[in-house]
């Protein structure tokens, strides 16, 4: 029996984007890497914390986003912190940039993964959050595991 879907691996999350951001909507975008860079992702050296993406020109540019240089690659490896093209569709793009012209969008990378033999991007429209309200997801959050906690003693 073959499988038509290729096989996703995750290579990291962006956990930082789901408690600073809420989340409005989810787009896969294929992403424009060297090969040392890719070699580095198979290896998982990668720092997705305060990478974001901006629309500069009609295309999508990832900023911030860490790549650690591959230790067996030649001596003119690639810059760890250089801003990489995220691909996506034209009308794609204009969506995601009238998203973003609204007040306090931002695009912002949730995930990296190997969808086959290519990298790909989960990349999302997220409002910044208050401190108030990450400290009430939170709480929230506490509470529902608390409820569960108690649920499974009480069988």
């Given amino acids: 029996m073959t499988d038509s879907s290729p096989h996703i691996r995750n290579i990291a ?3 930082k984007a789901f408690r600073d951001y809420e989340i409005l909507d989810k787009k896969e975008a ?7 860079e ?12 305060d990478s974001y993406a901006s629309v500069e020109n009609g295309e999508i540019i990832l900023h911030n986003l860490h790549i650690s240089p591959y230790e ?19 009308k794609e793009i204009r969506r995601l940039a009238q998203a ?7 695009l ?17 429209v997220g409002r910044g959050r208050k401190m108030y309200d990450k400290r ?9 595991r608390d409820m569960e906690r108690a649920r499974k003693h009480s069988r």
Avoid: C
């Fill in 136 to 144: 009430e997801v939170t709480a929230r959050k506490e509470a529902q």
């Fill in 38 to 49: 890719v070699k580095s992702l198979r290896a998982g050296k990668i720092n997705l914390s």
């Fill in 108 to 124: 912002v990378p949730l995930r990296f993964y190997f969808k086959g033999p290519l990298v790909k991007v989960e990349l999302a």
């Fill in 30 to 36: 294929g992403i424009e890497l060297m090969g040392s």
């Fill in 13 to 15: 999350t962006n956990r």
């Fill in 72 to 90: 067996m690659a030649a001596q003119t490896g690639h810059d760890p912190y250089r801003d990489r093209r995220l691909l996506l569709h034209r």
């Fill in 100 to 106: 973003v012209e609204e007040k306090g969008l931002t």
